[in-house]
């Protein structure tokens, strides 16, 4: 029942778009499987999808195309935080990412699979990405990392 519930979900955010979970909730009703907002939550997290601009130009639930790439993940996460990133600078013990519009939570999940060692936690919004450290040293050491590979 899962797999057909998250390849249903992969379906539904490739034919329409879908904003919210409450969106991908409606959508799996219409299909038969009656689902939680937290059951829809937990999928998301599972697939790991993030959200982003189509090749329209609409905010919505994508797939991850670093989370899908087989043996090449490196390398994806690089292509995706070159692409996203504007700019990385740090204060302190907090690094802070500008992003091209609507591309800071895939940049972050780049960054969170590549850089998770070196940080606390981060948290992105629709254009900027903040990442706590645990001092100064370590965020000049993180950032450095960052800008090679803009």
Do not use: W
């Amino acid at each position: 029942m899962k797999s057909k519930r998250q390849e249903k979900i992969l379906e539904l955010i490739k034919s329409r778009v879908c904003l919210t979970q409450e969106d991908l909730q409606s959508g799996l009703e219409e299909a038969g499987f009656n689902v939680t907002q937290s059951t829809v939550s937990r999928d998301i997290r599972e697939l790991k999808l993030v959200k982003g601009r189509d090749d329209q130009g609409n905010y919505r639930y994508l797939s991850n195309p670093s989370a899908t790439a087989q043996g090449n993940g490196a390398n994806r996460y690089h292509s995706l935080f070159s692409s996203a990133v504007k700019s990385v600078r740090y204060s302190l013990n907090n690094v802070v990412i500008k992003c091209e519009n609507g591309m800071a939570s895939s940049a972050c999940v780049a960054v969170d699979e590549l850089f998770r060692d070196m940080m606390l936690g981060s948290l992105a919004g629709d254009d900027t990405i903040i990442i706590v450290t645990e001092s100064e040293h370590h965020s000049k050491q993180l950032s450095d990392s960052l800008i090679k590979l803009l």
